[in-house]
C-alpha cells in the first residue's frame, strides 16, 4: 500500500495516480545517507600525519647496529689509525727516545762503578751491592720498556714512515734485548769476585757491541731525519 504525497489517501501499490485526487504518485526513490563534514582543526591544534611505513623487509634493528658499527670504525679510525700531524710525532718521538736514553744512560753509569772497582779486586761482589744495581736495573727497565712501547703505538705521518721504522729499531733494542742481557750480567755477579765482575762487565760491552751499533746507526738516521734534540751516533 502506498499514501498519495498530496492527500494523503491510501493506494494500492503501484499504483501512478491517487484514486481521491488524481495526484500522481512517484515510485521510492532511495535516499543516500548523509555526508559528513570534514573535520577542520582549531588553532594551535598540531596536523595529525599518516604513520610512516618504512618498505617490507626493512629490519629496523639491523639498521640501527649497521649505524653503530659505522661510528664505532670511524671513532677508531681517528683514534688509532689516523695519523699523527708531523709536529706532535716529532715531539713524541723526540719526547719517548729521551727516556730509553736516560734510562740506558743510567744502568751503564750503575754499572761503570764496578768496571774500575777503587776497592780490594779480590772481594767478592757484596750482597748490597748487588741489591743496588738490581734497583737501577727494574727502574730504568720499566721507564725504557714503556717508552719503548710508546715509540710502537705512535701513527707516523707519511714522510716519515723509513724514520719511524728504524726508531724502532732501535727502540726494540734499548726497550727489551739490552735489558735481558744486563739481566743476566747482574745475576753472574753473585760469588764472583770484584775483578771476575769487572771482566763480565767488559765481555757484555763486547757481546752486545754488535747489536747496540746496529741499533745506534738505525737512531743516527732517525734522529736526522725527524730533527730530534739528541740521538746516538755511530
Request: glycine share 8%.
Amino acid at each position: 500500500m502506498s499514501f498519495c504525497p498530496s492527500c494523503g489517501a491510501s493506494n494500492a501499490d503501484g499504483a501512478k495516480f491517487c484514486e481521491k485526487c488524481g495526484a500522481g504518485i512517484a515510485a521510492d526513490v532511495p535516499v543516500a545517507p548523509p555526508v559528513a563534514p570534514p573535520v577542520v582543526p582549531g588553532p594551535g591544534t598540531p596536523p595529525v600525519n599518516p604513520p610512516v611505513k618504512l618498505p617490507a623487509g626493512l629490519d629496523v634493528a639491523k639498521i640501527i647496529i649497521a649505524a653503530v658499527v659505522v661510528v664505532f670504525l670511524l671513532v677508531a679510525y681517528l683514534i688509532f689509525l689516523k695519523p699523527m700531524s708531523v709536529p706532535d710525532y716529532e715531539d713524541k718521538a723526540d719526547e719517548y727516545s729521551v727516556q730509553i736514553s736516560d734510562a740506558t744512560n743510567d744502568m751503564d753509569s750503575a754499572l761503570s762503578d764496578y768496571y774500575s772497582y777503587d776497592g780490594d779486586s779480590s772481594d767478592k761482589v757484596d750482597a748490597g751491592d748487588i741489591d743496588d744495581l738490581q734497583s737501577v736495573f727494574d727502574d730504568s727497565k720499566k721507564l725504557a720498556k714503556d717508552a719503548a712501547g710508546k715509540i710502537k703505538g705512535l701513527r707516523p705521518p707519511k714522510e716519515y714512515k723509513a724514520a719511524d721504522g728504524r726508531l724502532n729499531e732501535w727502540a726494540s733494542y734499548y726497550g727489551s734485548d739490552y735489558w735481558d742481557a744486563v739481566a743476566d750480567l747482574i745475576k753472574s755477579a753473585d760469588g764472583r769476585t770484584y775483578e771476575r765482575f769487572s771482566n763480565s762487565i767488559s765481555d757484555f760491552y763486547d757481546k752486545t757491541s754488535r747489536d747496540a751499533s746496529r741499533a745506534n746507526r738505525a737512531m743516527s738516521r732517525a734522529s736526522e731525519d725527524l730533527g730530534l734534540s739528541w740521538g746516538y751516533g755511530e
